[in-house]
């Protein structure tokens, strides 16, 4: 964590992932360079302990996400190595739930929403113009994210399309790999930007409306 966020953890406990200092791809989606970054909160703003586990809720939906790219990094080792079939590895992708749900911070914490209200609807309605509301000098790191989704979902129309050309080149790797490398590394690079700026207002006010 950089040393103009170095208050997140020293206000509130929680640490927020970085991001691999090594990447696997030459290529990136991501305008790291240009990512806003909200101030820190007033002085006397505080973080309560139902508000700070919200925050690390986010932690752990991404670590889920994190664990399930794992998982299809190891069946592509896997068909690469002749012990699993290709099919295999597109089973694997479509079934992760990061890609069901869209890959919006509403989408990922989908789950933990439901389990506590029925009416709150998906991100575009729910937490990001939630957090816009209660905090709205947030709004610039809520676009870039937003932004960052989409660039991430045309990552995985990559991944589908390198897919469909190792289906058809059962030995050439060159394009599946690369595709699963960049996945990887925007991924994990977002995950890190938004935990960093997102577990504080999290933490604050909450995922929705009444729940802090």
Not at 129 to 144: E, F, G, I, M, T
């Amino acid at each position: 964590m950089s040393a103009e966020n170095d208050w997140l953890t020293r206000r509130t406990g929680i640490t927020p992932t970085a991001a691999p200092a090594e990447r696997l791809s030459p290529k990136s989606v991501l305008d790291e360079a240009t990512r806003p970054s909200a101030p820190e909160p007033p002085a006397e703003v505080t973080f309560s302990v139902p508000g700070r586990y919200a925050g690390r809720h986010l932690i752990d939906v991404h670590d889920h996400y994190r664990a399930e790219l794992r998982q299809v990094r190891d069946v592509l080792q896997q068909v690469k190595d002749g012990t699993a079939q290709i099919g295999d590895a597109r089973n694997q992708i479509n079934l992760m739930t990061i890609r069901a749900n869209d890959w919006t911070l509403g989408g990922i914490c989908q789950a933990h929403r439901r389990s506590i209200t029925n009416h709150h609807t998906l991100e575009s309605e729910g937490v990001f113009p939630h957090l816009r509301r209660r905090q709205p000098d947030l709004a610039a790191v809520l676009d870039r994210l937003h932004e960052e989704h989409l660039a991430i979902h045309r990552v995985l129309e990559e991944v589908d399309a390198a897919l469909v050309h190792l289906a058809r080149n059962p030995t050439d790797y060159g394009p599946i790999t690369e595709a699963i490398d960049l996945l990887t590394d925007t991924l994990l690079s977002h995950f890190a930007y938004e935990e960093r700026e997102l577990i504080a207002p999290l933490a604050r006010y909450g995922f929705f409306d009444g729940q802090l």
